[in-house]
């Protein structure tokens, strides 16, 4: 989430907030008999739903649902009381000690402290290998234990009983309650994950905390959330089950939700959105999100900076916006998007630097910069140029018209390469491909979240990108609390990586969707994450 996007738009806004329906026809808020909603969401299999492996918005969906962290966000992103009742923060902001509630597990176990600890070292565990390591780097030695150069009883995380648990952290982190919020840093139980190290891959082994179960899990064809009794807030939760069928075609997913099958659908055809929102059939929200595209760094022609940076201003994102997808999204001008606030300057990030990428392509310089890199490179032709993609028909597009740009402007031609959502991010995780695609939503409020995955061996940092330089801005934003420190240190983070282009930014997400009526309560988080868990249907 805050993890790769799968599609190419995502929900989103820069303030939390719970969308409430019109009252029923009948002008009453009369509840339903069936709390069963169904929802247009998800285009394929989720590829994880052990926090240890997740990192898309599809895994983290479905777990935010089945499992529950310290906290919860409210609708101004602010933390509230999760699975923790109370926390004291101590020593400057370097340890905080979360207070448990008495919660159980599905199958009956009660929720500890230990299950946290576990679970967090799990994830720095350098035997797992897990991508989302690095967001308990704040931890007291925790990057030194993912590392090798620290046991795990050296790291920040302790149960002093089994309702206390003890967080020490290497540095002041302003943000870092709220990230346990987040479902990197969900816990699992224990004893389970140690009994059956894949309990998370079957609706039959799998054990959550969360305000829904797990009921149906048919590999690529859908999912199915039943209410958990045992949830510490069960009597607050009104809905009985929520269905998320796999769909992989954003028209079939229109005409699920126009014949009803759909209470939801948040895949609106780009070729019917513009009609759509003007007829006040759907709504249109902004997303502090970016969708970009990644050059693989350590492979020929994109080893060499001004290759990469040929590309990428030979792309015409003005163009991009306006006629391929015309939804309200706007170019991209950095790597942070809009709704991401500047601390410091007290305005969105965006407002507070200059732009690095021009919307239009500039080909004459683009093109002086390929022949000079190629120069450098020792490169007397380019090898063959490819675009990787997941399956959708958003991101076809996109990839199409930068396929043409780049033959247009740089006289190169290309070719498209589509696969399915699990199997692509195995290639990216694996480093096969020359140029991908992708989206990240915001893990929590704060640039850091977009600038830290470009960090010398980042478990998301899927470009292979290093830049000394750069580490040790990012260390030294993460080092203190003082947020014009932190703010300065990361802008110019920012200006590096807009020299190196191991990424190309294309543009900041909107989402276009649609909602029935008698649908209350879905709640749209700051990062722009859906939750269902006090979501209720009137009568129609």
Excluded at 19 to 43: H, P, R, T, W, Y
Excluded at 405 to 418: I, R, S
Excluded at 425 to 440: A, I, K, M, P
Aim: aromatic share 10%.
């Amino acid at each position: 989430m805050k993890k790769w996007v799968a599609t190419t738009t995502a929900i989103l806004m820069v303030l939390s907030m719970v969308l409430l329906a019109a009252c029923g026809k009948d002008g009453s808020n009369a509840m339903a008999e069936k709390q069963v909603l169904n929802v247009g969401f998800i285009s394929s299999e989720p590829p994880a739903l052990d926090p240890l492996k997740g990192t898309d918005e599809i895994s983290s969906l479905i777990m935010r649902h089945v499992l529950e962290g310290l906290v919860r966000l409210d609708e101004k992103g602010n933390p509230i009381p999760g699975m923790a009742t109370k926390w004291d923060v101590m020593d400057g902001g370097k340890k905080i000690i979360f207070h448990l509630r008495d919660a159980k597990w599905s199958n009956g176990d009660p929720v500890t402290a230990q299950d946290f600890e576990y679970q967090w070292k799990r994830m720095l565990d350098p035997k797992n290998a897990s991508e989302y390591a690095y967001q308990l780097f704040y931890l007291k030695n925790g990057e030194a234990y993912n590392q090798g150069k620290a046991k795990a009883e050296d790291v920040g995380v302790k149960a002093l009983d089994p309702k206390t648990l003890e967080v020490t952290l290497e540095s002041p982190t302003p943000y870092f309650i709220s990230l346990t919020a987040f479902h990197a840093l969900f816990p699992v139980n224990k004893k389970v994950a140690e009994k059956n190290p894949k309990w998370g891959t079957d609706a039959k082994t799998y054990v959550g905390n969360g305000p829904f179960l797990l009921k149906t899990w048919i590999h690529d064809k859908k999912i199915e959330l039943v209410k958990n009794p045992k949830y510490w807030d069960a009597k607050n939760v009104k809905l009985t089950q929520i269905n998320f069928p796999f769909i992989g075609d954003e028209q079939t997913e229109y005409q699920m939700y126009v014949s009803g099958s759909l209470d939801m659908n948040r895949n609106v055809p780009t070729d019917l959105a513009a009609k759509l929102l003007q007829e006040k059939k759907a709504k249109v929200i902004h997303q502090p999100s970016l969708y970009f595209y990644i050059f693989n760094t350590k492979k020929k022609p994109f080893d060499n900076a001004k290759i990469r940076k040929a590309f990428s201003m030979a792309i015409d994102r003005e163009a991009i916006v306006k006629n391929v997808l015309g939804q309200g999204q706007t170019p991209a001008t950095g790597w942070v998007p809009w709704g991401i606030p500047d601390f410091a300057q007290n305005k969105e990030w965006v407002q507070t630097h200059p732009s690095y990428i021009q919307p239009k392509a500039n080909p004459a310089e683009a093109k002086k910069l390929l022949q000079e890199g190629m120069k450098e490179a020792g490169l007397s032709q380019l090898p063959e140029i490819s675009i990787m993609y997941n399956t959708h028909e958003g991101h076809k597009k996109i990839a199409e018209a930068i396929q043409q740009m780049w033959k247009k402007n740089l006289g190169v031609d290309v070719k498209l390469t589509n696969l399915e959502w699990k199997v692509f991010l195995d290639n990216q995780t694996q480093g096969n491909f020359l140029v991908s695609r992708l989206g990240w939503i915001p893990d929590y409020m704060d640039p850091m979240t977009f600038l830290d995955l470009w960090v010398t061996g980042g478990g998301n940092n899927h470009a292979k990108y290093s830049n000394p330089q750069y580490d040790a801005l990012i260390k030294q934003a993460k080092s203190t609390a003082d947020q014009k420190v932190r703010m300065e240190a990361m802008h110019k983070a920012e200006e590096i990586l807009a020299r190196d282009v191991p990424v190309t930014p294309i543009y900041n997400y909107t989402q276009v969707y649609q909602l029935k009526d008698y649908v209350k309560g879905v709640k749209i988080e700051a990062d722009g994450s859906f939750t269902f868990t006090y979501a209720y249907l009137t009568e129609k």
